[in-house]
C-alpha cells in the first residue's frame, strides 16, 4: 500500500477562536474534493474541542501540539494523553524544535512522550533536525541518528504502523531558508534506513516522514516531487486557508 500524502499544519501559538472559525469554514469547501491526501490540522491546546466540533463531516485530522507522558496527577499546567485521546486528538506533534529548544525537552523526555502516546494509541509527529552550526560543521547526519536512536529507543515494531516522523532542520523553520529538496531527500533517506536496520522493512515502509522548514504553497510540489518524501509539517504557510489549501493541492 502506497503510503497517502500527509499535509500537517502546526498552528504553534496562533489563532483566536473566531479565527479558527474562520479558518475552518472556509478551508473546507477549498478541499473536499481531495481524497488521495490526508490533511492534519494542529490546533493550540484551548481550540482542540472547536476544531473538532468544526471539523465534523469533513476528513480533516485532529492533532495536539505537545502533550506529558503521565496519564494524571500533580503535574500543573500539563495535557495528559488520555486526555487528548478524549477529545478526538489522532495525532500529536512530539519533540518539535521549540519544544527542545525554548523548553529544554530532551530526548529522554521526548522518548518518555513516544511510549505514551503509543500506548495511549495516538500517532506521534515525531519530530528531529540539526541546528544551524551543527549543519556547518558537517553533524547533520550524526544529529539526526542521534535524535532518533534515543527518541525511538525500546519502542515495540508495532508503533511504526502508523508513525510520523518530520524532517524540520531548524535553521529552515520560520526562515524562509527552506532546505534545498536534495537535503530533505537525502535527510528523509537517512531516516527511513535507519528504522529499516532497526525495525525492519516493513516498518520503513509504513512509516510516513514529512518535511518541514518554510514549506510554501511555491515550493511544495518540488518537496512532493522527491522519492520518500510523504508530506510537510507546515506553520506559517498554514495559517490562511488559502494557502493551506494550495499546499493540500500542491
Ligand atoms: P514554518 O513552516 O513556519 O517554517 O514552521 C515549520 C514548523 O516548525 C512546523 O512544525
Redesign the pocket.
Known sequence: MPRKPLIAA?W?MHKTSAEVRSFMSAVWPKVSDITDREMLICPPFPYIPLVDELRKSTSILLGAQNLYFEEKGAFTGEVSPPMLKDLGCEYV?IG???RRGIFGESDELINSKMHAVIKCGIIPVL?VGERKEEREKNLTEQIILKQLEKNLKDLPETAFEKMVI?Y?PIW????GLNASTKDAHDAIALIREFIHSKYGDNSAQKTRILY????KPENMKSYMDQEGIDGA??????LDPDSYSKLVKY
Open positions: 502546526n504553534k506533534i518539535h524544535s521549540e519530530c518530520a524540520e529552515a523553520i520560520g526562515t518541514g522548514g518554510s514549506v509539517l507546515v506553520g506559517g504557510a498554514s
